[in-house]
T-cell receptor, first 112, second 118 residues
Framework: QKEVEQNSGPLSVPEGAIASLNCTYSDRVSQSFFWYRQYSGKSPELIMSIYSNGDKEDGRFTAQLNKASQYVSLLIRDSQPSDSATYLCAVNEGTGGFKTIFGAGTRLFVKA | DTGVSQNPRHKITKRGQNVTFRCDPISEHNRLYWYRQTLGQGPEFLTYFQNEAQLEKSRLLSDRFSAERPKGSFSTLEIQRTEQGDSAMYLC????????????????FGPGTRLTVT
């Protein structure tokens, strides 16, 4: 069974700080990686996708991928109270596979 | 609103009853997924379709669960003889294309159907 591991948190950061969220995965041949944000009682919302090693930036969000270490991270700069949510790491199985395995999520709390 | 829609949003049923949920994906999306999510866990893959073909089904899905997408548009998920352990949020998601371009792997979720089995 392929696995995606995340620290459940909660991760608490002050407003304006950088929040760093981490994820490891077990499938060595995975090629597609995603970060979703989920507010309490709502469905997941796609924030970032990343497919190549290195960094990918989109606004205040930066996704980082290291396939050799099987590690994905998400940095949120200038964190806002509205960023308080659960962040889900997701990985597609296999090479070019469409089945997605989600981690259990990390709860982030941004203090005003 | 052109996002993924799901109906009903909430369902309360007694143990042993059958329930059916519907998902309408974003209109141009060929791929459709079903997930189940319980409190404190990430979405758990159940099955996915490319057009009307069901291409993969989780081993976690017992014979009581069945999904269809008869015309490659909307999909239904049926649970027969519900059990209390089936209580969860059932999520549907869709992906843009049937190809293997990078964007075709991104999934967009509907609001979910919350099932409570009493």
């Amino acid at each position: 069974q392929k696995e995606v591991e995340q620290n459940s948190g909660p991760l608490s950061v002050p407003e304006g700080a950088i929040a760093s969220l981490n994820c490891t995965y077990s499938d060595r041949v995975s090629q597609s990686f995603f970060w979703y944000r989920q507010y309490s009682g709502k469905s997941p919302e796609l924030i970032m996708s990343i497919y190549s090693n290195g960094d990918k930036e989109d606004g205040r969000f930066t996704a980082q991928l290291n396939k050799a270490s099987q590690y994905v991270s998400l940095l949120i700069r200038d964190s806002q109270p509205s960023d308080s949510a659960t962040y889900l790491c997701a990985v597609n199985e296999g090479t070019g596979g469409f089945k997605t395995i989600f981690g259990a999520g990390t709860r982030l709390f941004v203090k005003a | 609103d052109t996002g993924v829609s799901q109906n009903p949003r909430h369902k309360i049923t007694k143990r042993g009853q059958n329930v059916t949920f519907r998902c309408d994906p974003i209109s141009e999306h060929n791929r459709l997924y079903w997930y189940r999510q319980t409190l404190g866990q990430g979405p758990e893959f159940l099955t996915y379709f490319q057009n009307e073909a069901q291409l993969e089904k989780s081993r976690l899905l017992s014979d009581r669960f069945s999904a269809e997408r008869p015309k490659g548009s909307f999909s239904t998920l049926e649970i027969q003889r519900t059990e209390q352990g089936d209580s969860a949020m059932y999520l549907c998601a869709s992906s843009p294309t049937s190809g293997r371009t990078l964007g075709s792997y991104e999934q967009y979720f509907g609001p979910g159907t919350r099932l409570t089995v009493t």
